[in-house]
């Protein structure tokens, strides 16, 4: 089993900067992406941002050119730098991770889930 445990989430006004970090713990083999989702209420889970093991990041258009994703494979953390917050980003934010066990299959884990709200 892999734990995903998030912090850094909070209140910010419009404009202003949050940091969110994820630590994953447990049974260990490789972690391959990982990934910010969020969940808005009374919408779906969206994604964010994901990074590879590589380095590779992909964002959603929403938050491109404001938000940057990186990651610390030897602590296994991935982390989430959002700047010039907009209400509209007020949601749970979820991380993620791909574990590879080495004897079987890659197996996606959630993190239970931080709160950013934005106000105006």
């Known amino acids: 089993q892999v734990q995903l445990v998030e912090s850094g989430g909070g209140l910010v006004q419009a404009g202003g900067s949050l940091r969110l970090s994820c630590a994953a713990s447990?049974?260990?083999?490789?972690?391959?992406?990982m990934g910010w989702y969020r969940q808005a209420p009374g919408k779906q889970r969206e994604l964010v941002a994901v990074?590879?093991?590589?380095?590779?990041?992909d964002y959603a258009d929403s938050v491109k050119g404001r938000f940057t994703i990186s990651r610390d494979n030897a602590k296994n953390m991935v982390y989430l730098q959002m700047n010039s917050l907009k209400p509209e980003d007020t949601a749970v934010y979820y991380c993620?991770?791909?574990?590879?066990?080495?004897?079987?299959?890659?197996?996606?884990?959630w993190g239970q889930g931080t709160q950013v709200t934005v106000s105006s």
């Open positions: 447990g049974s260990i083999f490789r972690i391959n992406a």
């Open positions: 993620n991770a791909d574990h590879q066990y080495a004897l079987g299959p890659q197996v996606r884990y």
């Open positions: 990074i590879t093991s590589g380095g590779s990041t």
